[in-house]
């Protein structure tokens, strides 16, 4: 028997090794199961990489590895001087994807691009509850709002009709959830009454096409022949569904998979010594903070936040809480994102100075709270031991704080109370590259109540970034949004604690794999050796 | 013996009916709300949380909610998950097969090891081997599942590299499941080798799971043949000059067999509930892995339809080792 199960498991062993395969198959150890296959239903990222990063595509795209937006199924785009008309020439000889529910019979046109739109923007589009009906990233995005109409101008003109200008629309273009798909396959499940399959069986127009899934199992696709880009360099893309991250990377080094995602961070270390993996890491789009409320006294008064602020080692976070892998942050955005000011000076860290900034103040025996959330995040790997070591800091300084947690959705929900109590740990990664998705979002008047935690609305502040978001001149952008730090910095409605790195342990036959800045997983333009 | 059936079976009716007022009870009891853990840091404005809660019939008074839920039940609806938006049924099914077979292999290891090393410690009770094997099942008992799985993946897998890391099949196979259960689908495939590959697959989950089972019907089997020995007709059929082998093998173990059957049946709840840690470890596509998903995003159709279809089966199969029980104790059945 001994000898039987030593023999099935040579056996296995060869037949694992990737040399195995004949045609060149790359096999991803994914962290979970795609939520569904129609990236506008979801919010996921594990859902982006299995629908929109592989088999869709977008009008305008991010360029692999960068944030920077390059055309996508549209070949040039034209914006009006009054900035409320995006025109879009799109792309010729476009294919969509065989399956085996569909048989194209046309190019990509303009009115994929009205279907992909509209079924998310209008109510009485038959398309608009199916699937639940569900659009939270467009919602997200103020899309509703924000859209006036999509129309059609000939079969490869579209134009977008705004209700305001928006100089991010184009870089909002290029997220998952604006997806490009099939309107003839759309009107054909219609016809058939099954309407609910282009949602679960999906039809694009990008580098790889679904070949099967099995729930919590595995995703397979293969290459999409005729993609316009030119054919995917690997023929085959297994994602191999993994949830724990110890066992992803023992996968790893047995070869069952080449690339894995969110490395256990006790891994690193033998992953930097593994002679078989590369591990690639690259700064992450995102920040971590710690948020006042600043309608509450002490923290309505700048200087007291100022002063906490003074009072943090954010130093000893890096390496205690981060194990090195992060970087202090002095901004609100993180250095990958353009606009990002080189010259804003961080708070110093001085208890000294800041236990006088608190008398100056009037601040004596403050007791307050710390957040800390329940849950691990890129931006924060440990919220309990982040903030002990605030708590710590603070202590030093003769401010007593409680730490609080709840779960995590309570947190979320009851983070957002105008007369919440205390200061709130908490981050964001970033969605299309562009500031106004840090500022806007997580700092402007209209998010408080909402994703502003520290319910500041500084008209100052707020003048600078609604102002970017009109411009459509970059360098005028870039201006008024490196303004708007070092207002940010001076007010002190958050003390900016850290940008994390983000690592991808890959195995050694991989070619050009690239960080994708906003946390994706994209497998087109890979290769293996 | 039909009274006997009809009582269990109508004892099982107000099992169901409590089973659905707490799971219903107890999602809804733990914090966190579904919509908010669904929108993440990016949030939602409240009147889109407001629309969303009602198109999920949140809004609606607690008991018209349970109401609506237990009605549905009755018309064989579980409902859509809230974060897939598919049928909870079509979920939980395509799911199921896969715990049942490691469930059943889980089950074999743990009868076939469990019941001869439990005989044959007490035949020898005292002796090394008892003190051993005992000592054994003691710490397999208290192993912690998690910590076990890891631990035979980097010495069996890492190592040795004799068993794959995690999964049902190589990636090498494809094939379009037919039964669900991959021994067999390896089978009808008629592809070279899928069959090994589902078995070198099987191994490690196999043992991680099997092991509390296995300690346990050991022990039980031990205590339980170690009561028998002591009884008069083993005495007896040991003066008639019959074979130990004979003695021990059909008058004892017989016997000993009534509380085992038992313990296996309790077992299987057990092996539910190891699955869920089981299947994380191996990536295994099982139901537990899924309702621990469901339950850390609040898909309440996911967790009560889950919760309720396993209880159902615990239900089915502790009801079967009960009739089972009649059939091989006569004492049970007519016990009024």
């Given at each position: 028997m001994k000898r039987t199960l030593i023999g099935a498991g040579v056996v296995m062993s060869l037949a694992l090794s990737p040399m195995a395969f004949a045609a060149k198959t790359l096999v991803y150890c994914s962290e979970g199961s795609p939520e569904g296959f129609n990236p506008s239903l979801y919010t996921a990222g594990t859902t982006f990489d299995a629908s929109s990063k592989s088999i869709y595509n977008r009008l305008v795209e991010f360029d692999r590895g960068t944030t920077n937006v390059v055309p996508g199924l549209a070949e040039t785009w034209s914006v009006s001087d009054d900035g409320l008309e995006y025109t879009f020439n799109l792309r010729k000889g476009v294919k969509f994807q065989t399956t085996e529910n569909f048989t194209p019979s046309r190019d990509f046109n303009a009115d994929d691009v009205i279907y992909s739109f509209m079924r998310q923007f209008d109510k009485e589009n038959p398309y608009h509850n199916v699937s639940g009906g569900s659009y939270e990233y467009f919602n997200g995005m103020s899309m509703p709002d924000l859209l006036k109409d999509v129309v059609k101008v000939d079969d490869y003109t579209v134009k977008f009709v705004l209700n305001r200008p928006e100089a991010p629309m184009i870089a909002n273009l290029g997220m998952d959830f604006a997806s490009i798909l099939s309107a003839e396959y759309a009107d054909k499940m219609l016809a058939a009454g099954t309407p609910e399959n282009v949602d679960l069986n999906p039809v694009g127009t990008g580098p790889f096409q679904l070949v099967s899934y099995q729930k919590d199992a595995v995703i397979r696709y293969k290459a999409h022949p005729d993609y316009w880009a030119g054919k995917a360099q690997i023929d085959n893309l297994i994602f191999a569904i993994t949830q724990d991250p110890s066992v992803r990377y023992q996968k790893l080094k047995a070869g069952e998979c080449q690339i894995m995602p969110y490395p256990n961070p006790a891994d690193i270390e033998a992953m930097k010594a593994d002679a078989d993996v590369n591990l690639l890491e690259q700064e992450g789009l995102n920040v971590g903070y710690l948020a006042y409320n600043t309608k509450m006294p002490p923290f309505d008064n700048a200087k007291v936040r100022k002063a906490l602020n003074m009072a943090i080692n954010k130093q000893a976070i890096i390496e205690g809480v981060f194990q090195g892998a992060g970087k202090v942050a002095k901004n609100p955005i993180p250095p990958t994102i353009w606009s990002y000011n080189e010259a804003t000076v961080d708070d110093p860290y001085d208890p000294e100075a800041a236990k006088k900034m608190l008398d100056e103040a009037g601040v004596s025996g403050l007791k307050t709270k710390i957040w800390a959330m329940p849950v691990q995040r890129p931006y924060n790997p440990n919220a309990r031991r982040m903030a002990e070591l605030i708590q710590a800091d603070w202590a030093a300084v003769g401010v007593e704080a409680e730490i609080v947690s709840y779960e995590w959705g309570e947190y979320l929900k009851r983070s957002k109370d105008e007369d919440r109590d205390g200061a709130v740990l908490l981050g964001w990664t970033g969605d299309n590259g562009d500031p106004d998705n840090f500022l806007a979002v997580l700092l402007g008047c209209d998010g408080v109540g909402g994703s502003n935690r520290a319910q500041w609305c500084y008209q100052p502040f707020e003048d600078l970034i609604q102002k970017a978001k009109v411009v459509s001149d970059h360098a005028e952008r870039t201006k008024l949004y490196e303004q708007a730090q070092l207002v940010f910095k001076e007010q002190a409605p958050w003390a900016t604690i850290a940008h994390s790195v983000v690592y991808m342990p890959v195995r050694k036959e991989v070619v050009d794999y690239r960080i994708d800045p906003f946390g994706g997983h994209i497998f087109y333009g890979v290769d293996l050796k | 013996m039909l009274r006997f059936f009809l009582t269990r079976v109508a004892l099982v009716i107000p099992t169901f009916v409590g089973i659905t007022l707490l799971t219903f009870a107890m999602i809804r009891l733990v914090p966190g709300d579904p919509i908010e853990l669904l929108a993440g840091e990016r949030g939602v404005t409240p009147e889109r949380h407001a629309e969303l809660r009602a198109s999920y019939g949140f809004d609606k008074p607690v008991l018209e909610q349970y109401w609506i839920y237990v009605n549905n039940i009755l018309h064989g609806d579980l409902g859509n998950s809230?974060?897939?938006?598919?049928p909870v049924v079509n979920e939980f099914f395509t799911l199921f097969p896969a715990t049942v077979e490691l469930s059943i292999c889980a089950m074999l290891f743990a009868v076939f090891i469990g019941l001869p090393v439990g005989v044959l410690a007490a035949v020898r009770r005292g002796s090394v081997f008892d003190h051993t094997v005992m000592g054994a099942a003691l710490t397999g008992y208290s192993m912690p599942i998690f910590w076990w799985g890891l631990l035979l993946i980097i010495f069996f897998s890492g190592i040795l590299g004799w068993t794959p890391v995690s999964g049902r099949i190589s990636l090498l196979y494809f094939f379009e499941p037919v039964t669900g259960f991959m021994l067999i689908d390896s089978l009808l495939s008629g592809e070279d080798g899928a069959f090994t590959s589902a078995v070198s697959h099987l191994i490690l989950p196999t043992i991680v799971l099997g092991t509390i089972p296995l300690a346990v019907i050991a022990r039980q089997t031990r205590s339980a043949m170690l009561e028998v020995l002591g009884e008069d007709y083993v005495r007896t059929a040991r003066a008639k000059g019959l074979a130990p082998r004979r003695v021990i093998g059909v008058h004892a173990l017989r016997n000993a067999l009534i509380p085992v059957i038992t313990v296996i049946g309790l077992q299987v709840g057990v092996l539910f509930a190891g699955a869920v840690l089981t299947e994380t470890i191996f990536s295994w596509p099982g139901i537990g892995k899924w309702l621990i998903d469901s339950i850390s995003r609040r898909d309440y159709p996911s967790v009560q339809g889950g919760i309720l279809l396993i209880a159902t089966t615990v239900i089915l199969v502790n009801l079967a080792v009960d009739l089972v029980y009649g059939l091989i104790n006569p004492r049970i059945r007519y016990r009024r």
């Open positions: - | 809230i974060v897939t938006r598919q």
